[in-house]
């Protein structure tokens, strides 16, 4: 499993940085792969996997592309050389989520950090909500039962009691099949839940999608917390592994399915790879390579592409990368799978993070409970559209886990992580346990850019509820209106000033540098995403 780090200034130490092991590798002309062909030559690009010694599979018009068997280099590189061909992809797990775990030992006792304010439970520890007014949204605007919200992710615990009343267990679906051990039989997924290795549709076994779940539609049932949009229903569309792994073809196969059963608004925390950025033509690297990237560049533009065509608004996290993504200069960390294969390149702008960076996504950094973009976020004066509450432990005197963002876990997944003792207390001040009406919930602190989108995705989804008309699913809403409305209730925030920001964290210097003004800039984009505006302005 990769969680990417934040140089030296990030809860997770820089070698926390590390590749995952290959799966299986198939016998000889017997790799699946993804093959993306030209607007209208179908017909000959299954010529052209034909003529390279290959079969194919089967066909999806939707996104224009071939899965196709066929056997090694020589087989990807034969059609490449076909001008119906515009990329090929291994079909195998390209992908991460992108949150940060917190580091238990350096927080206080989370019994001190704070106190009971009106509203749910816990909602005294949320001041993400308070600094987007969400508090105060719920009551003039929670959203509606009308709007689906889709977490493509590792799962949602639908079981959960401060998520149960808003999932949508009969819409939701699972693109992936849990994979035991990876090829040098070390742990991957760990042991298979069920027999056919596929869990239910209310199965989270990471915690990633609960959390992200949690902040954008827990319900206000006197139960812990309230997610920004209580009203609204949330589908799981499970793209990602239990190991937080995730496939290309269950990542383009889950924006297809929310698009075609009327999703409004998806929540995409993670960045598919094996390249943090991807080049469609750099020298450094082979054929193969370019083709795997170009891949990766257009399947995922052809899926956004059509579910925005369907009335699907998209959101990303922007990474963790602490990089200004406008201006990257080395990729040290690609191609990250299958491990032992990266190398040291030059990349430039022409380099795109996949989806943060892919057209018609809206990608939101983050920040922490000061409002300075946190440490770890990456930035960028074209890739920033919209800030939001990420969590930044580091934002303030010493570290404090009240920083960070809190939302529903799994319990499962507390105690197979050892964070629970036997009669279920949190052993560690990352865990809150809520036993409220006598029956007991748990939610967890974590920071990351993963957190903040779905409070964007939150804010959407206010914005569907309120302007959306009679369609699909429900409501339905174009998606580059939701956008501009967006944009248009954010709160602006200005670079800081000097524009040359330093963070003095963890004993370590580093300098980010804001561009822009305060309608738009580096940090955060259009601004601080805003839900009491959204709950109250005119459209």
């Not at 401060?162 to 699972?174: G, Q, V």
């Not at 380099?351 to 409970?369: D, L, M, Q, T």
Request: hydrophobic residues 35%; glycine residues 12%; proline residues 6%.
């Amino acid at each position: 499993m990769r969680r990417l780090a934040c140089g030296l200034l990030t809860l997770v130490t820089a070698a926390a940085l590390t590749a995952c092991a290959s799966p299986a590798t198939p016998r000889a002309g017997n790799d699946e792969y993804l093959v993306f062909y030209a607007d209208g030559q179908r017909s000959q690009a299954v010529a052209a996997v034909e003529n390279a010694g290959g079969t194919t599979v089967s066909t999806e018009d939707k996104l224009g592309y071939l899965l196709a068997k066929g056997g090694g280099n020589g087989f990807v590189e034969s059609l490449g050389g076909d001008r119906a061909i515009v990329g090929v992809s291994a079909d195998r797990e390209i992908g991460f989520a992108t949150s940060l775990p917190a580091a238990p030992a350096a927080f206080p006792d989370v019994s001190s950090l704070s106190s009971r304010t009106s509203g749910e439970p816990l909602a005294g520890r949320q001041w993400d909500m308070r600094m987007i007014g969400a508090d105060r949204a719920h009551q003039k605007a929670p959203g509606t039962k009308k709007v689906l919200v889709g977490i493509i992710d590792t799962g949602v615990d639908g079981k959960h009691p401060d998520i149960a009343p808003n999932f949508n267990r009969e819409l939701s679906r699972n693109f992936v099949t849990d994979k035991p051990k990876d090829a040098n039989g070390d742990t991957l997924d760990g042991p298979c839940e069920v027999s056919s290795c596929k869990d239910p549709v209310d199965a989270d076994d990471d915690g990633h999608g609960t959390h992200v779940a949690s902040t954008i539609g827990s319900p206000i049932n006197g139960i812990g917390i309230a997610g920004v949009a209580p009203g609204v229903q949330l589908v799981n569309i499970r793209a990602g592994q239990d190991s937080g792994f995730f496939f290309l073809k269950p990542s383009i196969d889950a924006l297809t399915y929310a698009a075609d059963i009327g999703v409004d608004v998806v929540n995409m925390s993670y960045y598919v790879d094996p390249w943090l950025f991807n080049c469609a033509n750099n020298k450094a690297d082979s054929k193969k390579e370019q083709l795997e990237q170009r891949a990766i560049i257009t399947g995922m533009q052809r899926a956004i592409d059509y579910a925005r065509s369907k009335g699907v608004t998209i959101i990303s996290a922007l990474g963790n990368g602490s990089t200004d993504l406008g201006k990257p200069k080395v990729d040290k960390s690609s191609p990250g799978y299958p491990r032992g294969g990266e190398k040291e390149r030059k990349v430039d702008n022409s380099c795109v993070n996949v989806p943060a960076e892919s057209k018609g996504v809206i990608s939101v950094s983050s920040v922490g409970p000061t409002g300075r973009k946190a440490v770890y976020s990456d930035y960028g004066i074209e890739q920033a559209d919209l800030a939001a509450p990420g969590g930044d432990g580091s934002d303030g005197k010493g570290v404090a886990a009240s920083r960070l963002i809190l939302a529903a876990a799994p319990e499962r997944v507390l105690r197979a992580t050892g964070k629970l003792d036997k009669s279920g207390k949190p052993k560690t001040s990352q865990v809150i346990r809520d036993c409220t009406g006598g029956t007991c919930s748990y939610y967890q602190y974590l920071e990351g850019t993963s957190m903040a989108a779905p409070h964007a995705t939150g804010v959407a989804a206010i914005l569907i509820s309120r302007f959306g008309k009679p369609g699909k699913g429900g409501l339905t809403m174009d998606p580059a209106a939701v956008e501009k409305l967006l944009y248009q209730t954010a709160a602006p925030k200005p670079c800081p000033s000097p524009k040359a920001y330093v963070y003095s964290d963890y004993g370590d210097k580093v300098t980010h540098t804001c561009e822009g003004g305060t309608s738009k800039n580096g940090f955060y984009g259009h601004g601080l995403v805003d839900a009491w505006k959204a709950a109250t302005a005119g459209p």
